[in-house]
């Protein structure tokens, strides 16, 4: 299958009139108030049962001090894998759309599509490299594995089967009922994965297929960090737009219990689904190794996928106590991160003097980008 030409998409498109666009969930109230700070348009692509929140709640309306909301349009589906049609192609298209995935757009649509379907079905421009996205599955042949290998970053230690588990690991696997989201479990020994796997299938979690194709991997002990950079091909160079942490059902409940009361819970599963996310902040001195780590990144990206890193990416790590302390990445998210409170950090606004979220820094971007006649550099 053959990838779209954004410039060929671009030539048709009033330019003066761009709108950006994304699939509404995850973050896409970040992106829509962005690029009204930024003076672009947007539109939000709802399914059906999930478009209260930006056709009405955040929808813009009013006029002068009463002027509130930030979503300009919508564009209702049936469902979100619909995008595809080619109808609905030629509408983004005849609405000057530049379309910036999200991690919802990945997941619903891959529900349904190959990402050969899904990196030639998408007839609009994208922001950021189309053909990326898919080394974020770990199934997939080239993956954030090789990526965080090509980059000498460091990340837990993989064991090929269950017989090798002799230290506290992290067991990864889809989830039996809900395709988005994985089926997380720690055990320390080949014992302790059998009882819990278990478990995980009687509670109706966990299936032998995903428990066969479940990644082992040791595990990371110290807090986790979220590192939200965004790689400006614009500029040539590399910003840390702020850091977060995930809120975890009901990983974060168990964790607000005294040890006596985890006890009462018996052999309820830690289901760790994300719920939301927290700012939390760096000491300064990791600041060095944090742009460290996000430049190699950025190089190895830019070698195996070319073009490679336009815009937002984000290292999900664990800081481990060491000596020395350092950052062991266990997650890589290649797209926009699903955390606006990113912007409460104060990353961003130590280098533009006020806090820029990742959705208003796309949208700048994108701006400048069509300024100087350079759309093609952040676009595929």
Not at 252 to 262: F, H, I, K, M, S
Request: aromatic share 8%; glycine share 8%.
């Amino acid at each position: 299958m053959s990838i779209p030409d954004a410039a060929a998409a671009l030539a048709g498109y009033d330019l003066e009139r761009l709108t950006l666009a994304c699939v509404g969930s995850h973050s896409a109230l970040d992106l829509c108030s962005g690029t009204r700070k930024a003076g672009l348009r947007n539109l939000v692509i709802t399914a059906k049962g999930r478009e209260q929140t930006y056709a009405r709640h955040f929808a813009s309306r009013g006029a002068g001090r009463i002027a509130r909301g930030c979503v300009d349009e919508t564009l209702h589906l049936e469902a979100f894998p619909d995008l595809l049609r080619p109808e609905v192609q030629a509408e983004l298209l005849r609405r000057n759309v530049i379309f910036v995935p999200n991690r919802s757009f990945e997941v619903y649509l891959h529900q349904k599509y190959s990402y050969d379907e899904i990196e030639a079905g998408m007839r609009v421009p994208f922001f950021g490299s189309r053909t990326l996205l898919r080394a974020e599955e770990r199934g997939e042949e080239s993956n954030q594995y090789g990526l965080l290998e090509r980059a000498g970053i460091p990340y837990p230690r993989q064991l090929r089967s269950p017989d090798q588990i002799d230290r506290l690991v992290m067991v990864k696997a889809p989830h039996a009922k809900v395709s988005f989201e994985r089926a997380f479990f720690l055990c320390s020994s080949r014992a302790e994965y059998d009882a819990q796997a278990a478990r995980l299938m009687r509670a109706g979690v966990l299936n032998e297929a995903g428990l066969a194709g479940a990644i082992i991997e040791e595990f990371a002990l110290g807090p986790t960090v979220n590192l939200n950079f965004f790689w400006s091909k614009m500029l040539g160079e590399l910003e840390l737009v702020g850091t977060d942490t995930r809120r975890q059902t009901n990983l974060d409940g168990v964790r607000a219990l005294l040890a006596e009361q985890q006890a009462w819970l018996g052999s309820t599963p830690v289901k760790m689904e994300e719920a939301g996310h927290i700012a939390t902040t760096l000491t300064e001195s990791m600041l060095e190794r944090a742009f460290d780590l996000g430049e190699r990144f950025v190089r190895a990206a830019d070698e195996a996928f070319p073009p490679g890193i336009i815009g937002p990416f984000a290292l999900q790590c664990a800081i481990v106590s060491g000596p020395p302390k350092d950052f062991v990445v266990f997650d890589v998210s290649l797209r926009i991160p699903g955390s606006p409170g990113t912007r409460y950090t104060p990353y961003s606004s130590y280098l533009w003097g006020r806090d820029v979220s990742v959705g208003e820094r796309i949208a700048m971007e994108v701006a400048w980008a069509r300024e100087q006649g350079r759309l093609a550099d952040v676009l595929t």
